[in-house]
């Protein structure tokens, strides 16, 4: 099996401390070229950039096997993401203790978009919610009624629409969006997403929320690794 730093100038090692860092704290890729320049590691910042293009989908989809949430209660919302000067919507879900259920990109925000981001919802978990709340959007209820007349959702689920229960979603979006601050605006709809799921799977990490007890920052280093195929 061919490595997935085959051709790469740069070690795996390497690569992957510089998409960890830069997924993880708030920095931006000119803030990290200059970082890794006083380490001794001459990287020009589009290399990063790359890098992290390559790698940050790839990170999200294996951290997945290990991050399947357990929550009977979702709490669903959107939030804005600029993109090349104009607004896009990223829909969001996490169970009641924060878990990170799934995320979605989105050009719109309405009916179609959210029944998308529900169906896709549903396949990250073991069992179906017993309650969703949302904020008072009418595309939510559209949504959650129609994916129950498909069957693809409980006719016992609650729909609830109570504003201060999304509290804990709202501070999640902060924590994602404290991050994004130093990446200003992204250039592309296709570059925001491939980024966006490497913070979230990050956040996801960060949040502890991974089997096997890798708890620690080591632990959570030597997973990444591991996910990459690279053993100490």
């Not at 001459?42 to 399947?68: C, G, N």
């Amino acid at each position: 099996m061919k490595s997935d730093f085959w051709k790469r100038r740069f070690r795996g090692l390497i690569i992957l401390q510089c998409m960890r860092w830069y997924l993880r704290y708030p920095v931006s890729y000119r803030n990290f070229e200059e970082m890794m320049e006083e380490r001794g590691v001459d990287i020009d910042h589009t290399t990063i950039y790359r890098w992290v293009q390559r790698y940050a989908p790839e990170f999200e989809k294996r951290l997945r096997w290990y991050a399947k949430p357990l929550g009977f209660s979702w709490k669903v919302d959107e939030t804005y993401i600029k993109i090349k000067g104009q607004w896009k919507y990223l829909y969001r879900a996490i169970t009641s203790d924060g878990q990170t259920i799934d995320f979605m990109l989105s050009h719109k925000r309405d009916t179609k978009s959210a029944i998308k981001f529900f169906k896709r919802a549903l396949k990250q978990c073991h069992e179906h919610p017993c309650k969703i709340n949302t904020d008072q959007n009418p595309a939510y209820a559209k949504a959650i009624e129609r994916i129950k007349k498909e069957e693809s959702l409980s006719q016992n689920v609650s729909h609830t629409q109570v504003k201060y229960s999304n509290n804990r979603i709202e501070s999640d979006h902060s924590r994602l969006k404290r991050r994004l601050v130093p990446m200003l605006s992204f250039q592309s709809f296709h570059t925001a997403n491939r980024t966006l799921k490497g913070v979230e799977a990050m956040l996801m990490l960060v949040k502890k929320q991974t089997c096997f007890l890798r708890k620690s920052l080591g632990e959570q280093i030597k997973l990444i690794n591991e996910l990459f195929h690279i053993y100490s």
